[in-house]
Nanobody, 115 residues
Framework: QVQLVESGGGLVQPGGSLRLSCAAP????????MGWYRQAPGKERELVAT???????NYASSVKGRFTISRDNAKSTVYLQMNSLKPEDTAVYYC?????????WGQGTQVTVSS
């Protein structure tokens, strides 16, 4: 029943880069705000970045300038480019699609930043 499929997580050293992908059905992708959230051990799930259908973006202050969210309409896929990664970025990253009366999540992908 999972409609959002994340990929690209893994282990990376501090200062390194990683790109996450989230593939969504066309019917969801075309009408929803897409976003990335993360949850670290012992912490609540938090917003990382969102992107509107029209392309407007928002970022958490902790990742601004380091992360970039984008969407490829032809592939109905949203990306999260993560640069200058820090140990505190370690978390399970979840893809999200949201609109009025609809909200769904991917299964999550683990990102670990460690030396």
């Amino acid at each position: 029943q999972v409609q959002l499929v994340e990929s690209g997580g893994g282990l990376v050293q501090p200062g390194g880069s990683l790109r996450l992908s989230c593939a969504a059905p066309r019917s969801i992708f075309d009408i929803c705000v897409m976003g990335w959230y993360r949850q670290a051990p012992g912490k609540e799930r938090e917003l990382v970045a969102t992107i509107q259908v029209g392309g407007s973006t928002n970022y958490a202050s902790s990742v601004k300038g380091r992360f970039t969210i984008s969407r490829d309409n032809a592939k109905s896929t949203v990306y999260l480019q993560m640069n200058s990664l820090k140990p505190e970025d370690t978390a399970v990253y979840y893809c999200n699609a949201n609109r009025a009366y609809f909200n769904t999540w991917g299964q999550g992908t683990q990102v670990t930043v460690s030396s």
